[in-house]
């Protein structure tokens, strides 16, 4: 049996079980998936002790996406420009691979949507994790990134690290140009709390499409309800990411990409 397992701090909530199930069955391979709570004082010893116990690969969600890092012996060069990996495989020496096919997910989902267009200009809010496991493969995909943030220093620190791999600059969230984007993607947590980014509404009225990397079952995110009420009529919330993030992780261990439009199509 494959035993495989996916760790956060909440973990109740993830769709991972369901979806690499999904997968695994397109593909006849026989599955163990379980949740597992991620101990915030033991993380790196819990995870050690489940490779130890014959896993062979993993998912990781927040809060530990940094350390499961820190804690692989070899790293993909986007899974390096995140600092942050989201998807862990045990190589046959016994070395742990980390990955993050969190922008490669994205990216796929935009292409199924049609908004990937070469030298599209997209607007990304927020700074933080989201935002770091994405840049890179939207920068590859030939897409002009405008990062806005709070804090003016933190995107300015992403958008110097990554200007080699294409067009990025980082703004206020206040100082956001006034001009079109193609897309707009909101990448902070606020939905979480019930709360939107405070944005100006017209960015919203002039944008091409909304899209939240955050997903609510059965109703819009904050961010998708404001942009809707600005007159944005292509809008999508986060779960064709999070299923194309999951068929990459897929891919890595099975070595064959699962097909993600029947999940889609049949909701998860």
Known sequence: MNKYA??????????SPQIQQHFAAQHNIALQYERILGDEVRFEQQLQDFFAAGGQGCNITAPFKERAFRLA???SERCLSAEACNTLKKMPDGRLYADNTDGAGLVSDLQRLDWLKPNNTILILGAGGATKGVLMPLLQAQQKIIVANRTLNKAQQLAEKLQSYGTIQAVALDQIPDQRFDVVINATSLGLQGKVVEIQTDILQK????YDMQYSKGEDTPFLALAKKCGTTRTTDGIGMLIGQAAHAFELWFGVMPDSQRLLQQGV
């Open 6 to 15: 996916v760790w956060g701090n909440p973990i109740e909530q993830s769709k």
């Open 73 to 75: 012996d070899q790293h």
């Open 207 to 210: 944008c091409g499409a909304a």
